[in-house]
């Protein structure tokens, strides 16, 4: 079974960088067919995919945060981990790493790994 710790402390300063990392555990992040995202759920708001990293490495980010985003794989620590550059108000939201034994995005209810989640309070 994987199991995806809360990816830790959340609080980032305005227009800085924010960097979450997350540890599998129970499997190597490299499982064939594996996909590692994140998501977030801003307050009052729905949970929302924004990019993955495959378990060859491959990334997709969605369209809106994609300029901003990178997720990378650390293989020997079995992590993978989140930087969201020049940090806004907006991006305050609980951050959860999650995982599918497929490439899943959009439909987040559809994934089968969940963290606990961490939020994320932008300070100015």
């Known amino acids: 079974q994987v199991q995806l710790p809360a990816p830790g402390s959340g609080l980032v300063k305005l227009s800085q960088i924010l960097s979450l990392t997350c540890t599998v555990s129970?499997?190597?992040?490299?499982?064939?067919?594996?996909?590692w995202s994140w998501v977030r759920q801003p307050p009052g708001k729905g949970l929302k995919w924004f990019g993955n990293i495959g378990y060859v490495g491959n990334t997709y980010y969605s369209p809106s945060l994609a300029s901003r985003t990178s997720i990378t794989m650390d293989t020997s620590k079995n992590q993978f981990t989140l930087q969201l550059t020049t940090v806004t108000p907006e991006d305050a939201a609980v951050y959860y790493c999650?995982?599918?034994?497929?490439?899943?995005?959009?439909?987040?209810?559809?994934?089968?790994?969940w963290g606990q989640g961490t939020q994320v309070t932008v300070s100015s």
């Open positions: 999650v995982g599918a034994p497929r490439d899943r995005r959009v439909e987040v209810s559809l994934f089968d790994y």
């Open positions: 129970g499997g190597p992040i490299t499982t064939a067919y594996h996909f």
